[in-house]
């Protein structure tokens, strides 16, 4: 038993080496797997329709962003996947101004625990499921425009305009769990 969870730790620890999780976009962009990454993450955005590219309209402020990548690894400390995130950097929003509302529900965990045991006492199945991207989801009502992320060429010097919700901003998780909360209804859940 010993040996094995001392492998997985080896394993874990060649595998970070190999793939170290970059503090900037200019380290990230000489690793192929990094930049493999970043494009799959801006083909997620953009298939998703998450924004529009405008010129910036005056008296309005386009908010930054940044990369964020984060190393994946299965239960066995081997890699699982390179992820990179497009981060809006949401800390620079001004209420009124870029949002008007953050509020969103959250679950306990003693809510979770209870069902989990509740369905356990029933031997009811459980199962999980995870929506990739699941922030991009939610339409945005609010007007926000950030710039451009490092490795997309911008020689018009434009900006983007957001449609729906991208991880960073304030009110992120409320769009979401709107989204959530209108497909849910109109499936006939109550």
Known sequence: MRYGYHSKSLACLYTIEEFPEPRTYEEAAEHPGWTEAMQKEILALQTNNTWDVVDLPKGKKAISCKWVDKTKLKS??????????????????????????????????ATIRTIMAFAGEKNWPMFQLDVKNAFLHGELEDEVYFQM?????????????????????????????????????SLGYS
């Open 76 to 109: 066995d400390g081997t890699l699982e996947r390179l992820n990179a995130r497009l981060v809006i950097r949401g800390f620079i929003q001004q209420y009124g101004i870029d949002y008007q509302d953050v509020f969103s529900p959250v679950v306990k965990m």
């Open 149 to 185: 992320p490092k490795g997309i060429p911008n020689p018009a010097n434009k900006v983007y305009r957001l449609r729906k919700s991208l991880y960073g901003l304030k009110q992120a998780s409320r769009h979401w769990f709107n989204k959530l909360k209108e497909t849910l209804l």
